[in-house]
């Protein structure tokens, strides 16, 4: 009887996917994933390497990663010194996969910290967006000839949606004073971003996080604050927010907000899409730049995510101490 369930549950799913043979995409980061879902619909098979929340500078390939490389029919990548894990990953499945540059044709910027080196966060400029989305949709079109013109429909929509955000950042951050234009965060993502909407960008790491911050880093952005009179600086979803809760609290000003650079957000996050993620980056920018200290929105937000992390710590004490308890009755 055991083995006829068996029989019959294989049988099932094999008629379940029968039918279902779309072609299998792999984005190494969710920006990416999410992009290709946007142009490729219900009719491609996609998957990020990098999980929602999971750092792209510092990804350490999995097993998981091989296979799901080793079954793509097509990788879609960054590049610019992003995903320096990504040849080996290849190499290692042994996949067929044809991997395409989806920053193909955008401006790039030289990194300022790493010489001879290109900052790969292009995507923090819509227009790049644009760019990524036409990369995405040729190399679909090449993939499944068949589906051509839903794919082209799909690409043509994404791209309204995409100029209407570009207008919609650039409408929001000219409310902000040009003197006060100053974005301070954990690490140098933020430039394509700056170069597109005019702010001006200081961060602690330089383009990737692979690195210590120094002494000279915290001084140096110490000053930048001291001289701007800027009300707040900025974390991000993906990095220990410690330095820049220091750096705020030495110098007396707020933490504006979370923003999102190097992955979106998941379902329940305010950055669920790589749309909302820029959207929610500038109306976070705007809200914590035009701060003034009789607004106590922002630092309440604050003290509420302080309260969390109190909480956590008391409960961990009093599970340890519970344990501790059990053990000593035990022996
Ligand atoms: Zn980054």
Redesign the pocket.
């Known amino acids: 009887m055991k083995k006829l369930t068996l029989i019959l549950f294989f049988i099932s799913l094999n008629i379940l996917s029968f039918g279902q043979d779309k072609p299998k995409v792999v984005a190494t980061a969710t920006m990416i994933w999410d992009m290709a879902k946007a142009v490729g619909g219900d009719l491609i098979e996609v998957e990020s390497i990098v999980p929602i929340g999971g ?3 510092l990804h350490e390939p999995t097993p998981r990663d091989a296979k799901l490389v080793a079954s793509a029919q097509l990788i879609l990548k960054n590049g610019l010194t ?1 995903e320096g894990w990504l040849d080996e990953l290849i190499e290692n499945s042994g996949t067929e996969a044809k991997t395409i540059l989806v920053t193909k044709d955008v401006n790039p910027i030289k990194s300022l910290t790493y010489e001879n080196s290109a900052d ?2 292009a995507w923090m400029d819509v227009r790049n967006g644009m760019v990524y989305a036409k990369n995405i949709k040729d190399a679909l079109v090449e993939l499944a000839p068949a589906n051509k013109k839903e794919f082209e429909d799909n690409y043509q929509s994404y791209i309204k949606e995409l100029e209407a955000l570009d207008e919609y950042i650039i409408e929001q951050l000219n409310k902000i004073p040009k003197e006060k234009r100053i974005l301070i965060t954990s ?3 933020f430039q394509y971003y700056g170069r597109r909407y005019g702010i001006q960008l200081e961060a602690i790491l330089g ?3 692979d690195a210590e911050a120094q002494t000279s880093d915290i001084r140096r952005l110490n000053q930048v604050i001291r001289d701007s009179k800027v009300p707040a600086v900025f974390i991000e979803s ?1 990095i220990n927010p410690k330095l820049l809760k220091q750096l705020a609290k030495d110098n007396d000003i707020v933490i504006g907000g979370e923003l999102y ?2 992955s979106i957000g998941d379902e329940d996050s305010p950055a669920p899409s790589y749309i909302e993620m820029l959207r929610h980056n500038t109306d976070t920018i705007v809200k914590g730049l035009l701060y003034e200290k009789t607004d106590d929105s922002i630092e309440k937000e604050n003290e509420e995510s302080t309260n969390y992390w109190l909480f956590g710590l008391l409960a961990v004490l009093f599970i340890g101490g519970f344990l501790i308890v059990v053990r000593r009755l035990n022996n």
């Open positions: 750092d792209p500078h992003f790969p966060h690490h140098d993502a383009t990737s996080t993906t650079a190097d």
